[in-house]
């Protein structure tokens, strides 16, 4: 049983990281994707600190959030072009 419960920790902390890393390709917030997605600021930032795991419905949920928005915002794209530009091309 040891190996399984090690096994669902390591699940857990990628689910949280996970999250936070989609959100931020999104360009969201917590508080911006917590309100498209009808849950609570707090409950983002406990699932992506890692100190609670979500259920299946409030995952179901929180990815609901992410529908309304393309994965590379305008305010990323802005981001890429001062990134690539500011770069000497090989």
């Known amino acids: 049983m040891a190996a ?44 992506e600190q890692n100190r609670v795991s979500p259920s299946i419905s409030s995952l179901k949920k929180i990815l609901t959030g992410f529908r309304s928005r393309s994965p590379i915002s305008s305010r990323s794209t802005s981001r890429l072009r001062k990134t690539s530009s500011s770069r000497p091309m090989n």
């Open 4 to 47: 399984l419960e090690k096994a669902e920790e390591g699940l857990s902390d990628d689910i949280g990281n996970r999250l936070r890393m989609v959100r931020q390709i999104y360009g969201l917030t917590q508080r911006e994707l917590a309100r498209r997605a009808g849950v609570t600021n707090g409950a983002i930032s406990l699932i």
